[in-house]
């Protein structure tokens, strides 16, 4: 609890106010969660994910609920989605997995690799740019999926970006949809190669 404390005073510093968060969602780095990396995690993105994202902070179901309900924070999700097979016959139909997100997210798929092609990355920084309308202090919550490096990735990109209230929500659409929170059909944000 005194981490949370310590991170929403850090926070309100930079101009921001977040809530106070529970000390559930501030555990400590246990024998199941890997330690943090010192840069970007690069493969196996669907595995255990750190307890924490120094720098960010960490909320759990409830307290993302609670962003969720108070409003004015930016969810992201950054869950990839698989292109169009390569060599499908024009007249084929394809269709995509359909996704489910929070209510009112914004979807920026494939931005949560490690390494982003340039083209990427500038899709990543300007989608967050619109949803924040260019303010750096607007709170982001980033998830995909439970265990899922992907989130994580991307919020520290957008740390390093100079956003200053970014918050990683690992449990993402699993956690939100278990909390019979509900969840509605989501496109992603056209990518620059599409």
């Known amino acids: 609890m005194r981490r949370a404390l310590a991170l929403a005073l850090a926070l309100a510093a930079l101009g921001g106010a977040l809530p106070m968060f529970s000390a559930a969602a501030e555990t400590a780095v246990s024998a199941e969660r890997p330690a943090e990396p010192a840069t970007y995690r690069m493969d196996d993105y669907r595995s255990p994910t750190p307890a924490t994202l120094a ?10 609920r609670r962003l969720f309900d108070e409003g004015g924070a930016v969810f ?3 869950l990839p989605r698989a292109p169009r097979p390569s060599g499908l016959p024009a007249s084929t ?12 997210s914004i979807w920026l798929v ?8 340039p083209a990427m990355e500038g899709y ?13 202090q607007r709170p982001l919550v980033f998830y995909c999926l439970r265990d899922c ?14 956003y200053r209230q970014v918050i990683w929500y690992p449990d993402g659409t699993d956690g939100w949809a278990e909390a019979g929170l509900p969840l509605e059909p989501r496109e992603p944000e056209a990518r620059p190669d599409e």
């Open 149 to 162: 490096w992907m989130s994580w990735n991307a919020a520290r990109r957008a740390m390093a970006a100079g």
């Open 55 to 64: 720098g960010a902070t960490v909320v759990d179901p409830a307290d993302a």
């Open 93 to 104: 139909v394809w269709r995509p997995k359909p996704r489910k997100d929070i209510p009112g």
């Open 110 to 117: 494939d931005t949560g690799y490690g390494a982003l092609p």
């Open 124 to 136: 990543f920084l300007d989608g967050l740019a619109k949803a924040t309308d260019g303010d750096w």
């Open 76 to 78: 992201v999700d950054v």
